[in-house]
């Protein structure tokens, strides 16, 4: 068997909102509303938003390019979990809701696979911290749309985390 590159990272942020404020915008239809650039296209979903075994394509990661995900846990409003499958890799996203003081303390776990060479190389610069560029501003974006009903532009977000 040849064996594959695998990358398991994790990041926490406060968000200012209660996990039953935060929850149901981690969601493909409500990600519309706070991420500047989000785009995903809805293909199953009894509810018109996420739920157990919902399905959505979308292409956050340029490098890895569209990816089929689906709901493989959900919990709310304290975690919800997506596979995400493109033709090089498979991610298993989850994403838990904690109350801390008066917010959340919320945490996103990337488990990343190759399942091929092209898999591999995209994995190649993949480590403890892959998470937290990219759920670090994303959280940022999050925590000010909660904050202020207004989304927080990808460029300004993208700064205040400190990421090119």
């Known amino acids: ?13 406060y968000i200012a909102a209660s996990p039953e404020k935060t929850f149901p915008l981690l969601c493909p239809v409500r990600e519309y509303e706070w991420i500047e650039g989000w ?34 846990h959900y919990e709310p409003p304290h975690r919800v979990d997506y596979v995400r499958i ?13 109350p801390a003081g008066t917010g959340t303390r919320a945490t996103a776990m990337f488990v990343m696979t190759a399942v091929d060479q092209t898999g591999d190389a995209l994995l190649a610069d993949a480590d403890i911290t892959t998470c937290e560029r990219h759920f670090r501003p994303c959280f940022l974006m999050l925590d000010h749309y909660l904050r202020t009903g207004a989304m927080l532009p990808r460029t300004e977000a993208l700064a205040l985390a400190g990421t090119p």
Do not use: N, Q
């Not at 594959?4 to 942020?13: D, E, L, M, P």
């Not at 199953?44 to 919902?54: F, I, P, T």
């Not at 493109?86 to 904690?98: A, C, D, E, K, Y």
């Open 1 to 13: 068997m040849e064996r594959r590159k695998r990358s398991i990272s994790h990041y926490s942020h």
């Open 39 to 72: 785009s995903g296209k809805l293909i199953y979903s009894d509810s018109g938003v996420v739920e157990l075994d919902c399905v959505f394509i979308a292409a956050p990661f340029e490098r890895i390019g569209p990816e089929t995900w689906t709901c493989s």
């Open 86 to 98: 493109s033709p090089h890799t498979v991610i298993r996203l989850g994403l838990t809701l904690v």
